[in-house]
């Protein structure tokens, strides 16, 4: 029974994080709001299940990341037969600017990692970036700004390097890594399209990369790790795939007609309902 529940709870987490990664809304902030009022507790030592958390709120993300590449795999895939010359080219070149903009966070993650887990994770912190974001993202839409990026093929070196800076902003939960990247993308002159679609492809690397570091921290730590687990962390990514799916097409149709003010208003009205759970003690 106690497996079939933690199975339920695992696809939940899944449907959220198929829904929040996409939207700049912070998926972390809604992965650990989640586990206050549906802990996943897998195991019966309370450490194994906070060393087992720190992995699963990583590595669920796969399968969002997994469903970008089905659904962009001839915009991303270079070696696909009967492509041009010219087009190929081209998709080359964007994975050069995708590795430019993933250098300043990967560096920042492999050193901050412990950092992050230990000393940022706190729902205070977590409140007031959901705040700070969406105050940052309503203004943003205020402002005056000429638009030079009008398409992936028109970034520049110095742009991927600038938007990776931005992107280190996100090792921060609550503050989204779509958030800061769009934030920064928008402010440097990117087009909705381009800089919501840049943002994308820049998870690929940077979310592999990170489950990569977890898994091998879980494994060198020696941490359990139980089949019971792994079909729990499955079903989860099994879900974030699945909605990903879905939603990764809403995102876009709905940046064609709209501006990012409503994801701002939710951010801040998220991050004041955080506060007060905090405040009296429903969160940890």
Known sequence: MGFLFNLIKSILYGIVQGITEWLPVSSTAHLIMMRSFLPLN????TAFNQEFWDLYKVVIQLGSILAVVVLYHKRLN????????KRKNNIFRMWVMILIACIPTGIAGILLDDVIDNALSSSWVISFMLITVGVLL???EFQDRDVKVTSIGRIAPIHALLVGFWQILALIPGTSRSGATIFGETMMGFNRVTAVEFSFFLAIPVMFGASLLKIVKYMIG??????TAVCILLAGMAAAFFVSMVFIRFMMNYIRQHDFTLFGFYRIILGVLMLIFTLFGVLA
């Open 42 to 45: 897998v195991f019966d030592n």
């Open 78 to 85: 270079p070696f696909q037969k009967k492509i041009a010359k």
């Open 138 to 140: 309503i203004w943003m």
């Open 222 to 227: 020696g941490a359990a790790m139980s089949m």
